[in-house]
């Protein structure tokens, strides 16, 4: 969504299934308006969280014009890809197939693709291949994108590029920081709240906790001495800057709720909830 939209509106991590909400992004063309709905990854759920992402996630799949289904073209089409491609069987949504990642394949790729081709054989899908790093092959999707989109209206002004408010992406560039410095040790365990945020003519403060599930976690995430948490902040920080374009004291705070994602209050009041 980043490459497609020009900005960085939604987070990346090595780690799977990071996406927790229905994100969207908004470019705007001489020719049309593209609402991209970024959902949560299709999976089998272990918690109450992972029940509410999965749900938003198939709610989507009617509610869109096109659905683009990413995959990793790095390797061989999978067991979960197979799974998603019987889901969206049953829509009649138009479905177009994005192999991902093909700055990553190998010279030869002929059997790496076709696997993918067999895969969808049975459905009059189109399938285009891209790089979200290198931006090789964007152009061309977002072209097959606005020709299958219906006639409408444009819903938002053409510099907008997400409709998620500012206090949103800041607890996402905060998680994301989590994420990519902490890597497995607290996978998905962490939600942030955004406390406050004061604005000075010269400088936004933001406060924010970070929850987790476990002490073991909280002590993670502070790390010797506050090393890990002054890294998180630092690190999140400049994303933020970057975000309001304007300096940023970020100061967090780290507070254990047991078994928050099982929780159907405490996922509300964390922002986690099936969406209409």
Same mark, same amino acid.
């Given at each position: 969504?980043?490459?497609?939209?020009?900005?960085?509106?939604?987070?990346?991590?090595?780690?799977?299934?990071?996406?927790?909400?229905?994100?969207?992004?908004?470019?705007?063309?001489?020719?049309?308006?593209?609402?991209?709905?970024?959902?949560?990854?299709?999976?089998?759920?272990?918690?109450?969280?992972?029940?509410?992402?999965?749900?938003?996630?198939?709610?989507?799949?009617?509610?869109?014009?096109?659905?683009?289904?990413?995959?990793?073209?790095?390797?061989?089409?999978?067991?979960?890809?197979?799974?998603?491609?019987?889901?969206?069987?049953?829509?009649?949504?138009?479905?177009?197939?994005?192999?991902?990642?093909?700055?990553?394949?190998?010279?030869?790729?002929?059997?790496?693709?076709?696997?993918?081709?067999?895969?969808?054989?049975?459905?009059?899908?189109?399938?285009?291949?891209?790089?979200?790093?290198?931006?090789?092959?964007?152009?061309?999707?977002?072209?097959?994108?606005?020709?299958?989109?219906?006639?409408?209206?444009?819903?938002?002004?053409?510099?907008?590029?997400?409709?998620?408010?500012?206090?949103?992406?800041? $607890?996402?560039?905060? #998680?994301? +920081? *989590?994420?990519? @410095?902490?890597?497995?040790? %607290?996978?998905?365990?962490?939600?942030?709240?955004?406390?406050?945020?004061?604005?000075?003519?010269?400088?936004?403060?933001?406060?924010?906790?970070?929850?987790?599930?476990?002490?073991?976690?909280?002590?993670?995430?502070?790390?010797?001495?506050?090393?890990?948490?002054?890294?998180? $902040?630092?690190?999140? #920080?400049? +994303? *933020?800057?970057? @975000?309001?374009?304007?300096? %940023?004291?970020?100061?967090?705070?780290?507070?254990?709720?047991?078994?928050?994602?099982?929780?159907?209050?405490?996922?509300?009041?964390?922002?986690?909830?099936?969406?209409?």
């Amino acid at each position: 969504m980043n490459q497609l939209v020009g900005q960085k509106v939604a987070i990346t991590s090595p780690v799977a299934q990071t996406t927790r909400n229905r994100l969207r992004g908004i470019l705007t063309t001489p020719e049309a308006q593209l609402i991209f709905v970024d959902t949560p990854g299709i999976h089998k759920p272990h918690h109450q969280l992972g029940e509410v992402l999965v749900q938003n996630a198939k709610l989507s799949i009617d509610a869109v014009d096109v659905v683009l289904f990413v995959v990793d073209g790095s390797v061989r089409a999978g067991g979960g890809d197979r799974y998603i491609v019987e889901l969206l069987s049953h829509s009649t949504t138009p479905v177009v197939l994005g192999l991902n990642k093909i700055d990553q394949q190998p010279p030869d790729a002929q059997n790496l693709d076709s696997s993918y081709v067999q895969l969808v054989q049975p459905h009059p899908w189109q399938m285009v291949k891209f790089s979200a790093e290198s931006s090789e092959g964007i152009e061309l999707l977002k072209q097959l994108l606005i020709e299958l989109l219906e006639p409408g209206p444009y819903y938002y002004p053409p510099d907008l590029v997400t409709d998620q408010p500012e206090r949103f992406i800041m $607890g996402e560039l905060i #998680r994301e +920081q *989590i994420l990519l @410095l902490t890597r497995e040790e %607290v996978p998905h365990s962490v939600a942030i709240a955004i406390d406050k945020v004061e604005e000075a003519p010269t400088i936004t403060r933001v406060f924010a906790t970070i929850h987790v599930e476990r002490s073991s976690q909280k002590a993670i995430l502070i790390g010797k001495g506050g090393s890990m948490l002054k890294a998180i $902040g630092t690190a999140a #920080r400049a +994303q *933020i800057q970057k @975000l309001i374009a304007g300096s %940023v004291y970020l100061e967090l705070f780290v507070k254990v709720q047991p078994k928050w994602r099982q929780s159907r209050l405490r996922l509300a009041e964390l922002g986690y909830q099936v969406e209409d």
